[in-house]
């Protein structure tokens, strides 16, 4: 798991730890120094840490013009023993919202696993986006993780869509993956309601 590093490829654009805005602001991060650990295995020193001890995360993007952000996931995210989304919502994504961000595509391909627990703290999180018409989308999450997600019904609040799950994102720019994303939305939710 160590050689697993966050995307780099849109550190020019941006930096959660230059944007006096974000919850790592002021991080600094080794780039040969090893001590962040899953389970018994070290992991890259890129990662951020948000007090789960399974799950890391790196904000890849943020544009508060256009309020979104990109978050990519690395670990085994678990609601069953530690309540993840708790702490992800309290260390993270509050604290984004709280300066204007409602849109969010979360990168899942490095979830090993999601261990479910009940959809009420994802309800609240839909709930408060809702009333900013925000979104979050699942980008390239596993089929397994997928299915785990839907058992608790979460496909009601983060929108999961095998069109664009295994989107090749890397390819975009972070305006142009968001862009392309939230067309694919508005087109969806217009033939919804054309239904």
């Known amino acids: 798991m160590h050689k697993i590093e966050p995307y780099y490829n849109w550190r020019d654009d941006y930096k959660a730890e230059e944007d006096e805005h974000s919850p790592f602001y002021g991080r600094e991060y080794s ?82 696993n999601f261990y479910a627990e009940d959809s009420c703290y994802y309800e609240e999180w839909f709930e408060e986006l809702q009333d900013e018409d925000g979104w979050v989308v699942a980008l390239n999450f596993r089929p397994h993780v997928i299915e785990e997600m839907k058992s608790i019904y979460l496909d009601e609040y983060i929108f999961m869509s095998e069109k664009i799950n295994f ?26 309601l054309l239904t």
């Open 31 to 112: 780039e040969f120094q090893y001590s962040k650990k899953i389970y018994n295995y070290f992991i890259h020193p890129q990662w951020d840490d948000f007090e789960s001890e399974t799950l890391h995360i790196k904000i890849l993007f943020t544009d508060y013009e256009n309020e979104f952000a990109i978050i990519e996931f690395l670990g085994e995210w678990n609601d069953c023993i530690q309540c993840d989304i708790l702490s992800l919502k309290s260390k993270v994504l509050n604290i984004l919202m709280q300066k204007g961000i409602y849109k969010f595509i979360l990168i899942g391909e490095n979830i090993l």
């Open 167 to 192: 989107l090749d994102w890397r390819t975009f720019k972070p305006n142009y993956l968001f862009s392309t994303i939230e067309k694919y939305l508005y087109f969806s939710a217009s033939q919804t």
